[in-house]
T-cell receptor, first 119, second 112 residues
Framework: SQTIHQWPATLVQPVGSPLSLECTVE??????LYWYRQAAGRGLQLLFY??????ISSEVPQNLSASRPQDRQFILSSKKLLLSDSGFYLC??????????????????FGPGTRLTVL | GEDVEQSLFLSVREGDSSVINCTYT??????LYWYKQEPGAGLQLLTY?????DMKQDQRLTVLLNKKDKHLSLRIADTQTGDSAIYFC????????????FGQGTTLQVKP
């Protein structure tokens, strides 16, 4: 069975410090990967998605970047955190279209999330 | 562009029905989804509906889709305290990336 891991679970960082959040998926290959942010009192905003190693698409201009150094590893980074980067960060994966087990409704599976507080 | 809107809060009594509403703008959406988020956790898919359907029922859950008005609703029958959570409506974005566009989420409070 497939599982998705995120760490750390919680993080408190000062303004101006760097950030690295990691997401890994087990039990599948060539997944589509996604980073979302859920700010307090707001909905879920798609930040980045990736359809393959080294392939990153950014959805919104921001202080963050993403990388996919391995097939099942997705990293969210920042060189200098801002107060507005605080939020709940969720990683998700879905099956690539056409692969075994893919179905047309293409469910996204979410990780447990990382709570980031920037002070 | 793509946009999904939901009311932010709903409070019901245990045993009543809950109806959570959602509107979307992308008429080319093929699938629409309802996800549930329990406190401090990730999201889990509750149910989905294909855009050529009007209704889908799954045990206590009923999804209604009005494609003309771009309106989606989720009805939870016999609401229980364990149903207290944030419910997100989402539509599938265009292309083959599987991108989802989420609404702001509706917080459902179930009072005993």
């Amino acid at each position: 069975s497939q599982t998705i891991h995120q760490w750390p679970a919680t993080l408190v960082q000062p303004v101006g410090s760097p950030l690295s959040l990691e997401c890994t998926v087990e039990g599948t290959s060539n997944p589509n990967l996604y980073w979302y942010r859920q700010a307090a009192g707001r909905g879920l905003q798609l930040l980045f998605y990736s359809v393959g190693i080294g392939q990153i698409s950014s959805e919104v201009p921001q202080n963050l970047s993403a990388s996919r150094p391995q097939d099942r590893q997705f990293i969210l980074s920042s060189k200098k955190l801002l107060l507005s980067d605080s939020g709940f960060y969720l990683c998700a994966w879905s099956l690539r279209r056409g692969l075994a087990g893919w179905s047309s409704y293409n469910e996204q599976f979410f990780g447990p999330g990382t709570r980031l507080t920037v002070l | 562009g793509e946009d999904v809107e939901q009311s932010l809060f709903l409070s019901v009594r245990e045993g009543d029905s809950s109806v959570i509403n959602c509107t979307y703008t992308d008429s080319s959406s093929t699938y629409l989804y309802w996800y549930k988020q329990e406190p401090g956790a990730g999201l889990q898919l509750l149910t989905y509906i294909f855009s050529n359907m009007d209704m889908k029922q799954d045990q206590r859950l009923t999804v209604l889709l009005n494609k003309k008005d771009k309106h989606l609703s989720l009805r939870i029958a016999d609401t229980q305290t364990g149903d207290s959570a944030i419910y997100f409506c989402a539509e599938r974005g265009s292309g083959n990336t599987g991108k989802l566009i989420f609404g702001q989420g509706t917080t459902l409070q179930v009072k005993p």
